[in-house]
């Protein structure tokens, strides 16, 4: 059985930081392209970051420069550094995972408020 599980999510004030963990079970995790998506209420889920299985990675614009995306094959957990924090980062995240087939996880909230 197949699981992403989320942590590290919380309230966090503008300016600050959190880091989010991913790890996975199930799946032989160095083969898998991973992501970070995240979904704001009203808004539809949207791509933060990628890594793939040989180490590239992909930010969209609004998060370059504050988030960094990384992943350690050994612990077969996947991360995400997020510096700088927003208000417009609030959003659930969600772990994700693709080869053949994807797989998402339950999502954790990040709240940016003062």
């Known amino acids: 059985q197949v699981q992403l599980a989320e942590s590290g999510g919380g309230l966090v004030q503008p300016g600050g930081s959190l880091s989010l963990s991913c790890a996975a079970s199930?799946?032989?995790?160095?083969?898998?392209?991973m992501a970070w998506y995240r979904q704001a209420p009203g808004k539809q889920r949207e791509l933060v970051a990628r890594i793939i299985s040989g180490g590239g990675t992909f930010y969209v614009d609004s998060v370059k420069g504050r988030f960094t995306i990384s992943r350690d094959n050994a612990k077969n957990t996947v991360y995400l550094q997020m510096n700088t924090l927003k208000p417009e980062d609030t959003a659930v995240y969600y772990c994700?995972?693709?080869?053949?087939?994807?797989?998402w996880g339950q999502g954790t909230q990040v709240t940016v408020s003062s």
């Open positions: 199930g799946i032989i995790f160095s083969r898998y392209d």
């Open positions: 994700y995972g693709n080869r053949l087939r994807s797989y």
